[in-house]
């Protein structure tokens, strides 16, 4: 086979690149560039947007600075609170519920790493908790027909504040003492069942009494 090696010492003119190449450079530039500025944003917008600041930096420093006090009177009682995606996905809230699930591991990972210590590390899911939180709901313009269902959801499964307040109480009282490495879930077969027969009742015997009105907010996207 014959091969033809021209001079390499040749000098190439920019004129004679074809048009490929210089479409092909231009895009690799323009994305390079675009690529570094949106690096520098998405902590922001995962720690100030998506509640990661709260979720996963608070948590963070927050479970560092008990424990620190904590361990040096070798008694206390550590309890993260955790929510919807602790053990499974949760569409359109992926980053929230992400969040979540790094919580209830990073919770379980600082009990393993704290036994014996006499300091007691619990994670809590309290479930859907009937606050405004749930009751005042913006929505994306778009988005409107996805919380169609939102009503029935908070009827059947979600509980009034008391409900996981005394569970909490209980948990940071003497009863737990000694017990570390705990996760209590409101959110359990019987209590999925009761809602699922509550909502049943209520479309046979059309008693709409406790009924949860939610309000929504249309918000409009930001189109910059």
């Known amino acids: 086979m014959k ?5 390499v010492n040749e000098r190439i003119s920019l004129k004679s690149l074809p048009r490929n190449v210089w479409a092909v450079g231009f895009t690799s530039f323009f994305m390079d560039i675009s690529s570094d500025m949106v690096i520098n944003l998405v902590p922001l917008f995962l720690a100030n947007v998506l509640g990661v600041q709260t979720n996963i930096i608070g948590v963070y420093h927050g479970s560092r600075t008990a424990l620190h006090y904590f361990n040096n009177q070798n008694s206390g009682k550590l309890i993260n609170i955790l929510g919807l995606g602790d ?6 809230q992926n ?27 619990i994670a809590f899911n309290p479930g859907m908790t009937r606050t405004s939180l749930l009751t005042e709901v913006d929505v994306i313009e778009g988005s409107e027909e996805r919380l169609k269902v939102f009503p029935l959801i908070v009827r059947m499964w979600s509980n009034p504040p008391e409900v996981p307040a005394e569970k909490i109480a209980w948990l ?7 017990r570390t490495g705990l996760y209590v879930s409101l959110v359990r077969p019987g209590f999925v069942l009761r809602g699922l027969w509550k909502e049943l009742m209520r479309s046979i015997t059309g008693n709409h009494a406790g009924d949860v009105v939610i309000h929504t907010n249309t918000v409009t996207p930001h189109r910059g």
């Open 87 to 92: 053990s499974w996905a949760a569409p359109w």
């Open 172 to 178: 940071a009282s003497a009863a737990t003492d000694g």
């Open 95 to 121: 980053t929230y519920a992400a969040s979540k699930a790094w919580m209830r591991s990073y919770t379980k990972a600082l009990a393993a790493e704290n036994k014996g210590s006499g300091v007691s590390i």
């Open 3 to 7: 091969v033809e090696i021209k001079n």
